[in-house]
């Protein structure tokens, strides 16, 4: 499968957009989406709604759309949920300004994507943010493309056009702080305190 489709204008861009699939890979290292999210039932909730709950519809929803699964949850103005041959979600497309989309990892740290618009493959747990889409994993950073796709399973995710990334230091220990005095230590000083002087 390839990551980038190569229009030919721009072949010396090439090697900086296989970089930056490589460099976003390895922004997001040993964090899954939540595990259990997937088995949880699906919840929506919006002003109007029109379509059908049957096998092989699309339902729209409409105006302050909400969807949660578990830890999921995506928001927009619009919303168009498409059932497969056994009436489960397969997929959502979601529009608006921005729409957004978020979900916990099993160390319970946030990821969040927004983009005017959202493409949810809910089977594989694969988002396609269009255009201008961020990406967001707390404690890590962010990248920026005019299209991004992020496995919310993997938390592997390529960009593609004027892609640019932020990586966060990770904090380090205060080393000018005071030690944390010893449970210990005041019994200590209080009792030399209270001993005698000769």
């Known amino acids: 499968m390839k990551l980038f489709r190569d ?3 721009h072949r010396g861009n090439v090697a900086i957009r296989s970089c930056a699939v490589l460099l976003l890979g390895l922004f997001a290292v040993g964090a899954h989406a939540k595990t259990g999210d997937r088995n949880q039932p699906m919840n929506t909730s919006q002003d109007s709604v029109n379509g059908f709950n049957a096998p092989n519809t699309i339902t729209t929803l409409t105006g302050h759309v ?20 056994n009436s489960q979600v397969s997929r ?23 983009a005017p618009a959202l493409d949810y493959d809910n089977i594989n747990g694969i988002a396609v943010l269009t255009p201008n889409g961020v990406v967001t994993q707390q404690d890590t950073g962010d990248a920026h493309a005019d299209k991004l796709t ?22 380090k220990p205060d080393k000018g702080a005071p030690a944390k005095p010893d449970a210990a230590q005041p019994a200590a000083a209080s009792t030399a305190a209270a001993a005698p002087k000769p």
Do not use: C, R
Not at 95 to 114: F, R, S, V
Not at 157 to 166: A, D, I, P, W
């Open 150 to 171: 992020y496995n919310t399973q993997t938390t592997y995710f390529t960009g593609e056009g004027n892609v640019s990334m932020t990586y966060l230091p990770k904090p």
């Open 66 to 85: 909400v969807v949660t699964q578990g830890s999921m949850k995506a928001t927009g103005d619009i919303a168009h949920i498409y059932l497969d041959a």
């Open 7 to 9: 229009s030919g204008a």
């Open 92 to 114: 959502i497309v979601m529009n608006g300004k921005p729409a957004h989309i978020q979900q916990l990892d099993d160390n319970d740290k946030l990821m969040t994507g927004e």
